[in-house]
């Protein structure tokens, strides 16, 4: 459908090297983007481009430190050299970290305030904040103007267990979403929009040692009882972002900005009840 035909427009996707990146490069590219990949470091941008062929338009390598506003600059600078606009940016930069979590042996007053420090660091500044200001201005110099989706999480909506750090600055990037959603909407109309994806529960390098038995894949405690919490019973599969991510940066969403959209089978509405 024409509403969801993304030809010639220019996607930058930061983050893209992890499980759930990696499906949404691929669904931009579906959908017919020209895609600008941002890694820290070369050879996993170029592993990830090169796992992107089979398109026809292009697919580039970049490398990108999305905490450094001079590398999100510099980056930003040679984009628009090789491909004269950027219309899209995807970030999915973010992450925990150990030394930021509980335990049974580790209190919350135990937490390192550099840990917990560099956690919203990674979520909130290099998640969303930084690179909204370089590829945001950017965008807002595109005359056809141009979408920014940020990756919240269901922490922003329930806060889980054992990851404070993590919760805490997920909820600030679905907040920080609705304020620049509101922002730029004020200053440039319906040219620019900002929304975010909430993810449910999918099965990553990331989680799966805390959601299944290392010896022999069964579900651990915490594992069944998200499965118990989510009415679809099943978690999810990297594909099953493609189609939010697509309609968000769509025409197909033309009047929607501010919102965050949970991809959660049902999680985030479930009373438990």
């Known amino acids: 459908m024409p509403l969801f035909d993304l030809t010639g427009k220019t996607a930058v996707i930061l983050g893209g ?24 470091k070369r050879a996993d941008a170029e592993e990830n481009v090169g796992c992107l062929g089979g398109y026809a338009h292009a ?17 930003c600078d040679a984009i628009l050299a090789d491909f004269g ?18 335990n049974d ?4 007053f135990d937490l390192s305030p550099e840990a917990l420090a560099k956690v919203v660091d990674l979520n909130l500044m290099a998640g969303a904040v ?48 609705q304020w620049l959603a509101v922002d730029l909407a004020r200053a440039y109309g319906g040219k620019v929009r900002v929304n975010a994806i909430a993810p449910g529960f999918f099965l990553t390098e990331q989680n799966r040692i805390l959601l299944t038995k ?9 594992g069944r009882t998200i499965l118990a919490q989510t009415p679809m019973a099943r978690f999810g599969e990297p ?21 965050v959209v949970p991809v959660d089978g049902g999680f985030s509405a479930f009373s438990g009840v």
């Open 17 to 40: 090297t992890g499980v759930l990146g990696s499906a949404m490069a691929h669904a931009l590219m579906a959908a017919g983007a020209d895609l600008a990949f941002g890694a820290r």
């Open 59 to 75: 697919a580039r390598p970049y490398v990108i430190d999305a905490s450094s506003r001079e590398s999100l600059q510099a980056a």
């Open 85 to 102: 606009k950027i219309d899209i940016l995807v970030n999915a930069v973010g992450g925990n970290l150990p030394e930021a979590t509980t």
């Open 105 to 108: 042996a580790k209190s919350f």
């Open 130 to 177: 930084l690179p909204a200001q370089v590829f945001g201005r950017a965008i807002v110099a595109n005359p056809d103007g141009g979408v920014l989706v940020h990756v919240s999480s269901m922490n922003a909506f329930r806060p889980l267990t054992r990851i404070p750090g993590y919760s805490a600055a997920k909820a600030a990037v679905s907040n920080f979403t």
């Open 214 to 222: 290392k010896e022999d894949g069964a579900l651990t405690a915490r």
């Open 239 to 259: 594909d099953d972002l493609a189609g939010t991510l697509v309609w968000l940066c769509s025409d197909a969403s033309r009047f929607v900005t501010g919102v």
